[in-house]
């Protein structure tokens, strides 16, 4: 039984913790709440929170995004597009 109660407290981080674990500031997650960018985040009572899967799935996500992480985004890998020519 004690393990079930370590899974449930470790399972979601307030705001700072999870700043934390992101490791960015706050400040900055903070932002990206109110902007409603970045990680997905709940309200618990009064408190913000993220579930640590949830934030594991997003840099997931910001990973595969970037070009630099995700070889089929390289632009670089692209085969170059002709030109179009235009009647004169």
Request: proline letters at 9%; zero cysteines.
């Given at each position: 039984m004690p393990q079930a109660s370590q899974?449930?407290?470790t399972a979601f981080l307030n705001l700072?913790?999870?700043a934390e674990y992101l490791g960015i500031s706050p400040n900055t997650?903070?932002?990206w709440r109110h902007r409603r960018q970045g990680p997905p985040s709940f309200?618990?009572?009064?408190?913000?929170m993220y579930r640590i899967t949830a934030l594991?799935?997003?840099v997931r996500?910001?990973?595969?995004?970037?070009?630099?992480s995700n070889p089929a985004l390289n632009p670089l890998a692209q085969k170059p597009q002709r030109r179009?020519?235009?009647?004169?």
């Amino acid at each position: 039984m004690p393990q079930a109660s370590q899974a449930s407290e470790t399972a979601f981080l307030n705001l700072p913790k999870a700043a934390e674990y992101l490791g960015i500031s706050p400040n900055t997650l903070y932002v990206w709440r109110h902007r409603r960018q970045g990680p997905p985040s709940f309200r618990m009572g009064r408190r913000v929170m993220y579930r640590i899967t949830a934030l594991d799935a997003w840099v997931r996500a910001q990973e595969q995004a970037d070009s630099r992480s995700n070889p089929a985004l390289n632009p670089l890998a692209q085969k170059p597009q002709r030109r179009s020519t235009v009647a004169r």
